[in-house]
């Protein structure tokens, strides 16, 4: 074969020579193999997706230091002051406020936008086939070429960042910085970093892993929200499901960051609020050792996902490309856990519509159907095909029985949660909480106490919070025996329904007192919620939610010291004295602001009474009355050692606090008859004669 | 020289390559043709590496080429759909692949050959016709100062002058670089010009692999008129008969076999008329797989 027209043939330049020489050596004898450079790469990668540097680089830069202008300015107007150490106080109140409460959090959205853009976006090839081909065509090893995407994706939030934060520290120090604010502003500034970058890099590594195993960006999407929530969604459809259709499920409520660690979607953004927030108040979180091992955990999966997505992105065939989503176990496990997660949710759903009879049937019904929905429906998301509802029909009926199972297993009881009880040589200690239905009469609800050396301030109390037996009271194990025997005679009457008849002995008259299965509702005094744990000496905790069918029993529950401490510390005057007390009538108008003098001395008498009359009745003394008037006490709640707020609490006077009523009257010269405005006669209400005049 | 070593290759239930074995030797056109879904744009994604073949391998003058970037780096693929970033114009697509080709990649030759072609390098590459893209793709393709240009229906859409411009590329690069094109397509008259080497898939398999020359020579059509029925049984008995068609009494024959033999085993017959004559690749394509069943002319029926 000959060329159809030999370059010999044409007239040609000595340049052209020259440059055919050149590019002839060039192609046929590369005198040294260069190779391909990483950084050369990074640039390449980075000159086709310059709109996500461009767009990051305009989020960041503009809206850090636009806040931080914003925010700094507004405190500057706000306060007045001459004082150098309130100047300063306000100055860093200023960065913290700042950084806590404006940048972290928007740091954090920022973060979780970036990732899903730069990861999702940053494998964008793995969606188009003549780009896959393009992309696997070129002389660099697949390996390489992950890493140059990944890093690429990283820097293209880490560095705006970096620059949007030092201009904010710029700023900081500019207008603050005579006032000694700088290692304040750089430990915040460390604090939003470390939040960001763990928020950023569990959503960045969900979000490559999630490209790697999918064809589409709405198959990245779907697969990113199922990796991201699955485990959380899974772990809170059976505690709904324990809670909805088991008699006496309860558990205390647990710290999202203990659940959502197999989750990123969850954990990455809670551990990124939690860090920027509160980092630096290890008290309330990192001195916990679960929270530490969840966050250990977080990262784990966080680097797991990375090697995952790494795998699969070398070893993914080209052809996935354009597909829906990749790896057939994996795929079928997606449909398996969704369509019975979304059966079971739907159940649930009919459960509370339908309310407590008839439910069974149609609860299973409906977890079939929308368990056999769900799993058409992803079998098509996953294979862009509307003809591949049925594809694995054997697959979709082993999801609706396992679904069934699973339902059953709370429907029926089948492992018998409700009728279980702990023997009782194997309780360890016991606790229980009462369910709160008297909150309303005058209860703070827990959880505050005083501060010490100042009078009328208030803080959460730190070690409930965090505590494993949260507002729980301990209970002796003879105590503890009576509740599971309660328990079994609320079983037996359950089951007998409304014919039973059940008798209380008196043990000091000898009289008896007649329920029957009507009363077995709770507030007819006849049976009480009681959140019981027992920790076994052998086995896991022991939690469940009672009715007692006893008034005895609960009366001498309520009767417990710690118990009464822990639900009144406000009436047991274990707050102290409020910063003020006012008297407030039927209308709400404050008619009376005691004195200190008045405040002690009346306070005093409340509380004395208040002990006296609950070491007599326990809860009964809240129980029935109906309050005349009230005191408002205002105590100021401290947050941390710069900010406080106020809180009002409420004391509701009853009949039977009579020295107290007898106190007010005489220090007010206010009858309580004056203070009621409101009357009821047959026709309604009507308005009193007496009026006072708001002071 | 590539060598594809019992290559197979399957989409889900679908078998792309099967046990396909071909030699493409250096400093030749190759030619790939193949029937519908035979299995060419596999087999040429898996010689670049693109894919990784289920069995067998591929070696590209000695070493595997799969995730191999010293191999890959004598390969430029040109694919029937050539992705180009968007937003792109030719110069930033000649960027890329000088990035990807460091040693080879020739810049002032990616120039010239654009200028030649009037491409303008600036202009968006989206706003080029489906041709221009074609051509672009080539001269990135030619200017990679790869050993091994493969060509996936890279014809396809271009005008008959660019077409021999390409051609004549193609022949000047091979003469003066030892370039190996590898061309898959359909328009095998285009192919019978500028291939001297060529391999025919069907149905994931290699039907034949050789020198177009030979093949050419290893069957002939023949046009004869006999005197009886007897003489054509008797060649049909004597020589590889691979079709035949009546018109009245001439018979046109396809036969295998070398040229001296047909001619003696037909003049054998003393016939009234006979002509002996040299097959296209088209029509050789088309007998080869009418052996296999790949026959619709029922489809009238």
């Known amino acids: 074969m000959t060329s159809p027209e030999s370059p010999n043939n044409n007239p040609v330049t000595e340049a052209e020579i020259m440059k055919e020489d050149n590019a002839k050596t060039q192609n046929t004898e590369p005198a040294a193999k260069t190779g391909i450079s990483f950084a050369s790469l990074m640039i390449e990668d980075l000159r086709h997706r310059k709109w996500m540097l461009v767009l990051s680089g305009i989020v960041q830069l503009l809206l850090g230091p636009f806040v931080t202008v914003f925010i700094l300015s507004r405190y500057n107007s706000r306060y007045y002051v001459t004082d150098p150490e309130v100047m300063v106080r306000q100055a860093l109140d200023s960065v913290d406020t700042l950084f806590r409460g404006y940048l972290g959090g928007l740091e954090i959205v920022i973060a979780v936008c970036g990732a899903l853009i730069v990861g999702i976006g940053g494998f964008r090839h793995l969606f188009n086939k003549s780009m896959t081909d393009m992309m696997n065509s070129v002389p660099v090893k697949r390996g390489k070429q992950f890493a140059v995407i990944y890093l690429n994706g990283f820097l293209m939030w880490l560095v705006p960042f970096m620059v949007s934060v030092a201009i904010t520290l710029i700023i900081v120090a500019a207008r603050l910085g005579s006032y000694g604010v700088m290692p304040t502003a750089f430990a915040c500034f460390l604090q939003t970093f470390a939040g960001a970058l763990i928020t950023f890099m569990c959503v960045y590594n969900l979000a490559v892993l999630a490209a790697a195993i999918s064809g589409t960006v709405f198959n990245s999407l779907v697969n990113m929200l199922c990796l991201g929530l699955d485990a959380a969604i899974a772990y809170l459809c059976l505690i709904l499901m324990a809670q909805n259709f088991f008699d006496n499920f309860w558990r205390p409520s647990l710290d999202i960051l203990e659940i959502g660690w197999m989750s990123p979607l969850v954990s990455s953004v809670t551990y990124g609020f939690v860090i920027a927030d509160r980092m630096d108040r290890a008290d309330l979180y990192f001195d916990s050792p679960s929270t530490v091992i969840c966050l250990i955990l977080t990262i784990a999966v966080c680097i797991i996902n990375l090697i995952v997505a790494y795998r699969i992105y070398v070893t993914r065939k080209s052809e996935a490309a354009e597909s829906g989503t990749i790896g057939k176990v994996y795929k079928f496990v997606l449909r398996f856990v969704n369509s019975m997660l979304a059966g079971l949710y739907v159940a649930l759903l009919v459960k509370n519509v339908i309310g407590d009879e008839g439910y069974v049937f149609w609860c299973m019904v409906i977890t079939a159907v929308f368990t056999v929905l769900m799993f058409g429906i992803l079998e098509i998301i996953q294979k862009k095909s509307f003809r591949s509802f049925f594809d694995h029909i054997g697959q979709m009926i082993g999801s609706v029985i396992v679904a069934e199972i699973i339902l059953s297993v709370f429907l029926f009881d089948l492992i018998n949660f409700d009728n279980h009880i702990v023997p009782e040589d194997n309780i360890a200690e016991a606790y229980i909480r009462m369910n709160p239905d008297y909150y309303y009469w005058g209860d703070t609800g827990g959880g505050y106490r005083a501060v010490e050396d100042r009078p009328g301030y208030i803080c959460w109390t730190e070690d409930r919070f965090i505590s494993d037996h949260y507002g729980d009271v301990a209970i002796p194990k003879e105590l503890a025996v009576r509740i599971l025997s309660a328990e079994k005679v609320y079983s037996e009457m359950y089951i007998a329904g409304s014919g039973y008849t059940y008798y209380i002995e008196d043990p000091v008259t000898g009289l008896k007192t007649t329920y029957t299965g009507n009363d077995l509702y709770p507030g007819s005094g006849m049976i009480s919620y009681v959140y019981f744990e027992a920790d076994r000496k052998t086995g896991p905790d022991f939690y469940r939610s009672y009715r007692l069918a006893d008034p005895d029993l609960v009366l001498e529950i309520s009767k417990l010291d710690e118990y009464r401490d822990i639900n009144y510390p406000l009436n047991c005057g274990l707050l102290g004295y409020p910063l003020s007390v006012e008297l407030v009538d039927d209308y709400g108008n404050r008619v009376y602001s005691f004195t200190d003098e008045e405040k002690q001395q009346l306070m005093d008498t409340y509380f004395d009474e208040f002990r006296k009359n609950y070491d007599e009745e326990g809860i009964n003394v809240l129980d029935g009355n109906i309050y005349k008037y009230q005191l408002i006490c205002r105590y100021e709640m401290v947050y941390n050692e710069e900010s406080t707020s106020t809180h009002f609490f409420y004391i509701y006077l009853k009949d039977n606090d009579r020295r107290t009523v007898e106190l007010i009257e005489r220090l007010t010269g206010i009858t309580i008859d004056e203070l009621v405005n409101y009357n009821y006669d047959d026709y309604g209400y009507y308005e009193d004669e007496y009026y006072i005049e708001p002071y | ?301």
């Open chain 2, 1 to 301: 020289m590539i060598e594809i070593k019992n290559v197979s290759k399957k989409y889900d239930d679908v078998n792309a390559l099967s046990g396909v074995t071909i030699e493409v030797p250096e400093g030749q056109v190759f030619g790939l043709v193949g029937t519908n879904g035979a299995g060419k744009s596999t087999l040429l994604r898996s010689i670049c590496g693109v894919c990784r073949p289920d069995e067998g391998e591929i070696l590209v003058d000695g070493e595997p080429v799969y995730e191999n970037p010293s191999a890959k780096q004598k390969i430029f693929f040109i694919s029937d759909d050539q992705y180009y970033y968007p937003g792109s114009n030719a110069e930033e697509m000649e960027r890329f692949y000088r990035t990807m080709y460091p040693d080879t990649f020739s810049s002032d030759r990616f120039h010239d050959l654009m200028k030649s072609l009037s491409l303008d390098p600036k202009r968006r590459i989206q706003t080029f016709s489906k041709g221009m893209k074609k051509q672009l793709a080539i001269m990135l393709g030619i200017a990679s100062g790869c050993k091994y240009i493969l060509c996936d229906e890279t014809f396809d859409g271009l005008d008959p002058v660019v077409r021999q411009a390409v051609k004549r590329l193609f022949i000047h690069d091979m003469e003066e670089f030892g370039i190996t094109p590898v061309i898959a397509s359909h328009n095998l008259r285009e192919l019978e010009d500028i291939c001297e080497y060529v391999g025919l898939l069907h149905k994931g398999g290699v039907i034949l692999s050789k020198d177009l020359e030979d093949m050419k020579l290893g069957i002939y059509k023949v046009q004869v008129v006999f005197r009886d029925s007897t003489s054509l049984e008797t060649v049909r008995n004597n020589l590889k008969v691979i079709s035949e068609e009546h018109r009245g009494s001439l018979v046109t024959l396809t036969i295998r076999g070398g040229r001296t033999e047909v001619e003696t085993v037909i003049t054998s017959q003393v016939p009234v008329f006979y002509e002996v004559l040299p097959l296209t690749l088209e029509e050789i394509f088309i007998s080869e797989t009418e052996v296999l069943g790949y026959d619709f002319t029922g489809i009238t029926k």
